[in-house]
Structure formats: structure tokens, C-alpha cells
């Protein structure tokens, strides 16, 4: 299994610009995450989606926007990329089993610089 | 609001040195609890994990650590840290009764001398 895979691993944009970061998982998990990773902010929940077909805001969703393609894959995207966006952008999933704990698998990164 | 503090923003120490990072989350229901590492240029690993029975954990590499209900604690300790240790650690909490949401800690950056 490739676990979780994420692309691109690099992207440049300008202010202004729109983009779609890809998310796909082999595990035949439930739910998955996008969070972005800040210097001293820790990881930050942008959006998740508890199942296939629903998905809902977490703490920073301002800017963004996610669709549940289906239970493998889960994008994020940028409709007008600004500077305050720039960081690492981090996928996650879990199977959802809550009786044996939610450990979460992530995904390698996207650095995202916005000029 | 639920939240995870973790004490030690950065912290430096000398190979065979002891550790201690410090992890207090903010809700009264039942949890459960995570140690993520994230090695340089790596991304994020599970380190360890509690979520029912004894309460001090094991994980890879030599870690532990110890969930203290009274305190709302789960500090991670090594007793004698590795070069190869150098990276940042997220402490992290998932609600039992909520969806299925992780909340993470700001992290420490442990940066071990040679």
C-alpha cells in the first residue's frame, strides 16, 4: 500500500491565483483531514470529511474549499491564493474505528509558496 | 474550547540527556491520546498512543508515556535521548463523544547536540 500520497510536493503560485492540491488513500479509510502546518501554530485543521460524501469545516476553513471525490480521494482547493495561505499542507485518514483509537496517517506534504 | 497545550515551545539537549515534554488537553470527557514526531523533512508519525487500560504507554524508539486523568496530563519522557532524536513532537487528543477530529498541540522542537 502507498498509504497516503499527496500532490504536488512543490508549488509556486501569485496572489490571485487558483490551485488544487490532490489527496488519495489505499487504505480504504472513512475519514480524512487537511491541515496546514505553520511555524509555532502547530497543525491547523482546514476541512474534513467524516465519510464519503460529507464534509465539514474545521478551525482555519477561510479561503478554502474541499470536495469528497470519493472514499480514496479528497481535494483541497485555493480560488484565489493569497500570501497569509503559504505554508505545508498536510492529508490525513483514519478508519474510523473509535473502539481501538484514531490514529492518524498522513501524507508527505505540500509546500505552498504564495507570492 | 477543547484545547492541548504543550509547555516546551523548544528544547535543547546533550545526547544521554533525560527527557520530559510536557502535554495538558482541556475537556472533560473521555479521550483519547497521541504522540505524532515529525523528523526533519519528514512528515508526520505515529509515536505512541493511549486509549484505554494502563496508563503509561510505550511507543518506538525507547518513548513513553504516562496519561494522568487528575491532571489532564500526558507528558512524554525517554530516559536517555539519541542525536537521531532531533525533531518536532505533537501531542494530541481526540474526543471520544465527537466527530472524528484530532486536536493538536503547537508542537516542541527538540533538537538534540552531538
Known amino acids: 500500500n502507498a498509504g497516503v500520497t499527496q500532490t504536488p510536493k512543490f508549488q509556486v503560485l501569485k496572489t490571485g491565483q487558483s490551485m488544487t492540491l490532490q489527496c488519495a488513500q489505499d487504505m480504504n479509510h472513512n475519514s480524512m483531514y487537511w491541515y496546514r502546518q505553520d511555524p509555532g501554530m502547530g497543525l491547523r485543521l482546514i476541512y474534513y470529511?467524516?465519510?464519503?460524501?460529507?464534509?465539514d469545516k474545521g478551525e482555519v476553513p477561510n479561503g478554502y474549499n474541499v470536495s469528497r471525490l470519493n472514499k480514496r480521494e479528497f481535494s483541497l482547493r485555493l480560488e484565489s491564493a493569497a500570501p497569509s495561505q503559504t505554508s505545508v499542507y498536510f492529508c490525513a485518514s483514519t478508519p474510523r474505528g473509535r473502539e481501538v483509537g484514531e490514529t492518524q496517517y498522513f501524507g508527505p506534504g505540500t509546500r505552498l509558496l504564495v507570492l | 474550547a477543547q484545547s492541548v497545550s504543550q509547555h516546551n515551545h523548544h528544547v535543547i539537549l546533550s545526547e544521554a540527556a533525560s527527557l520530559e515534554l510536557g502535554c495538558n488537553y482541556s475537556y472533560g470527557g473521555t479521550v483519547n491520546l497521541f504522540w505524532y514526531v515529525q523528523y526533519p523533512g519528514q512528515h508526520l508519525q505515529l509515536l505512541l498512543k493511549y486509549f484505554s487500560g494502563d496508563p503509561l504507554v510505550k511507543g518506538i524508539k525507547g518513548f513513553e508515556a504516562e496519561f494522568i486523568k487528575s491532571k489532564f496530563s500526558f507528558n512524554l519522557r525517554k530516559p536517555s535521548v539519541q542525536w537521531s532524536d532531533t525533531a518536532e513532537y505533537f501531542c494530541a487528543v481526540s474526543l471520544m463523544n465527537r466527530d472524528d477530529k484530532i486536536i493538536f498541540g503547537k508542537g516542541t522542537r527538540l533538537h538534540i547536540l552531538p
Open positions: 470529511s467524516a465519510s464519503e460524501g460529507t464534509t
